[in-house]
């Protein structure tokens, strides 16, 4: 039984969310709370397994909760916002405050309680298994960190170790698998600061196109990974993110101003180039397509049947087709099994597959269906994959 603390000022929302939740016979409702410092009391009195979170609330509003709890008694956060492009920017920053995902309470016409029913159980289930892995922001897990001085002249210094271990293991698949993170939120910098170049970077990249996709969980897994690349990264990122059509650009310039390359929403006919990023507009695709001997980028509406707008099947597959051997596919926490066809043709044209693995997702669905089908070269924690991503180009 997943217990749920309601959180929102609505009491007509704070109603009807307790009626669709007790619909699933696995979840309860034990409490609800009009405002974030009346939530907080009730997480300590209740200890839920999971929050439902309003953010526009009197006297302590979600972010201020947010941050509060994630200091003091961590719980597994799922937003239940705004859809309109005011709401986008807020919903953000809770995620980079600790929030697991959003789900939309309301868009252009009024409320839309048939969509919120049909999110919520899933999501619910799969964020609350997360809770498991949360600890206190303000009394962090610091793991041991053994240093091997290598002189200046050799060009590069080991990467440090956030695991118990510097070893990679092998995976139950016979993947090499690199370093667990067990923090709490995926979100802000990097515990290394920065990535230290490897010694398998050497000479000219062998691939030079960089496809991730991403879903529950995604904003800051991603916003980690890119704010640890450099400025003179030497690939072009393309970002399949499941995101509604109003948080992309949002989302774009959040990571544009975070990051040292440069990110920005995708458009047909951007350029590709060392040191650029680009997100899918939500409710469209992002194609990678070849115009003659140079790649180009399509954002498209086909196929309009696609389960997900972006689809990370559809960015994959035209990677993989139109560059093969110059592409490193990567795919990050999210519910489902989207990419997964994609991946596999991307393979079969010569790429490289990075997924992330189960310790670090919020929900380990995507990049399990890419390892489970047996398509990934190496499976690494968030905290290893913008070096992993580097060190791929080379591969």
Do not use: W
């Not at 999971?50 to 994630?70: K, S």
């Not at 492009?85 to 405050?97: D, H, N, Y």
């Not at 839309?112 to 799969?126: C, N, T, W």
């Not at 995101?243 to 350029?271: Q, W, Y």
């Amino acid at each position: 039984m997943i217990k749920v603390l309601i959180v929102d000022d609505s009491a007509f929302m704070r109603s009807a969310l307790t009626r669709m939740l007790e619909e699933d016979p696995e979840i309860k409702v034990i409490g609800q709370a009009g405002d974030g410092e009346e939530g907080l009391r009730k997480v300590e009195e209740l200890n839920p397994d999971l929050v439902t979170l309003d953010l526009e609330m009197p006297r302590l509003d979600g972010i201020g909760m947010l941050e509060r709890l994630m200091k003091t008694n961590p719980k597994p956060v799922l937003i239940v916002s705004s859809l309109s492009v005011e709401g986008a920017e807020p919903t953000l920053r809770a995620l980079e405050a600790g929030a697991l995902d959003f789900i939309p309470k309301y868009q252009e016409g009024g409320y839309s309680l048939d969509f919120l029913r049909r999110e919520l159980h899933g999501k619910i289930k799969a964020v609350a298994r997360r809770g498991r892995f949360m600890r206190p922001l303000a009394s962090p897990r610091v793991e041991s960190r053994s240093r091997v001085e290598v002189p200046v002249a050799s060009g590069f210094r080991p990467r440090p170790s956030f695991s118990l271990s510097r070893n990679a293991v092998s995976s139950p698949s016979g993947v090499r698998e690199q370093f667990r993170f067990p923090a709490h939120s995926l979100g802000g910098a990097s515990p290394m600061g920065h990535v230290l170049p490897s010694a398998a970077r050497v000479g000219r990249p062998k691939r030079d196109i960089v496809a991730i996709g991403v879903s529950t969980g995604g904003p800051p897994a991603v916003q980690k990974v890119l704010s640890a690349l450099p400025a003179d990264f030497p690939a072009c990122i393309l970002i399949a993110q499941h995101m509604p059509a109003t948080f992309t650009e949002a989302f774009a310039r959040r990571l544009d101003n975070v990051c040292k390359i440069h990110v920005s929403e995708a458009r047909g006919g951007d350029k590709i180039g060392p040191g650029l990023a680009y997100v899918c507009p939500g409710g469209r695709h992002l194609r990678l397509d070849m115009h003659g001997p140079l790649p180009f980028i399509d954002v498209v509406s086909e196929p309009a049947d696609a389960l997900y707008k972006p689809s990370v099947n559809v960015l994959m597959e035209s990677a993989g087709n139109s560059m093969g051997r110059r592409v490193v596919g990567v795919t990050m926490t999210g519910m489902g099994s989207d990419g997964v066809e994609g991946s596999r043709i991307l393979k079969e044209k010569g790429g490289y597959l990075i997924a992330q693995n189960e310790a670090s997702c919020v929900v380990y669905g995507m990049p399990k269906a890419v390892v489970d089908a047996g398509l990934a070269d190496e499976v690494v924690g968030v905290d290893s994959l913008a070096a992993s991503i580097q060190d791929a180009l080379y591969r």
